[in-house]
């Protein structure tokens, strides 16, 4: 069936370095795109999105790239700090429905 | 601006027993969504809820309802308790029903 899937189950960092974090998605009908932090304890929170028209979108110090020719979705993130130690989600997005679908998750550990 | 707010934070029900959570959204969000979470797992959908009527299901038992109040907040609802609902339920709310913002959660603990 469809499904939203990460490839890592756990990412390890040095502070400083530069992160990615990758998702592949297998519903070609999905438009919209949205990476969510979630710390330990605590709701998912909103990192950055992307829709299927564009190819990059940049935040502060992240930055989404979304290649639909092979169904793929990366966050990167620049300086990662420890702050930045949490799991990460993506979530899929069919056109026409506002009903997301989320990945397993990636830990990703920051090392001071 | 306060953020999405769920109330309570934790609570222990038995198998068994019904609970009724409670959903706060951001202030001007008309749409609201809830989630069910385990351990180590993304998010699940339950219900959208948007200007009080229900924009979507997910596939859980008919044990699950929810509502929308005429102020955009929103109840969720479980009956007939199971060790299996023990998650944590959150709750999500926006203008236009895709970009989510979520609320803290609710730990419920079923025994």
């Known amino acids: 069936g469809e499904s939203v899937g990460l490839h890592l189950p756990t990412l390890s960092v040095q502070e400083g370095d530069n992160s990615i974090i990758n998702c592949a998605y297998s519903?070609?009908?999905?438009?919209?795109f949205i990476w969510y932090k979630q710390e330990s304890g605590k709701g998912p929170q909103f990192i950055i999105d992307?829709?299927?028209?564009?190819d990059k979108r940049q935040g502060q110090r992240v930055t989404v790239l979304l290649n639909k020719t092979v169904k793929h979705l990366s966050l990167q993130i620049a300086a990662t700090q420890p702050g930045d130690s949490a799991v990460y989600f993506c979530?899929?997005?069919?056109?026409?429905?506002?009903?997301?679908?989320f990945g397993r998750g990636t830990s990703l550990i920051v090392h001071p | 601006d306060a953020g999405v707010t769920q109330s309570p934070t934790h609570l222990i029900k038995t198998r068994g027993q019904q609970v009724t959570l409670r959903c706060s959204p951001i202030?001007?969000?008309?749409?609201v969504s809830w989630y069910q979470q385990v351990l180590g797992q993304g998010p699940q959908f339950i219900f959208q809820?948007?200007?009080?009527?229900?924009?979507g299901r997910g596939n859980f038992p008919d044990r699950f309802s929810a509502r929308q109040f005429p102020n955009y907040s929103s109840e969720l609802n479980v009956n007939a308790l199971l060790l299996g609902d023990s998650a944590l339920y959150l709750c999500?709310?926006?203008?236009?029903?895709?970009?989510?913002?979520f609320g803290p959660g609710t730990r419920l603990t079923v025994t």
């Open positions: 202030s001007g969000h008309k749409s």
């Open positions: 992307i829709r299927s028209n564009m």
């Open positions: 809820y948007y200007e009080k009527e229900e924009r």
């Open positions: 979530a899929e997005t069919p056109g026409g429905s506002y009903i997301p679908t």
């Open positions: 519903n070609s009908a999905s438009d919209y």
């Open positions: 999500a709310s926006s203008l236009t029903g895709q970009e989510q913002y």
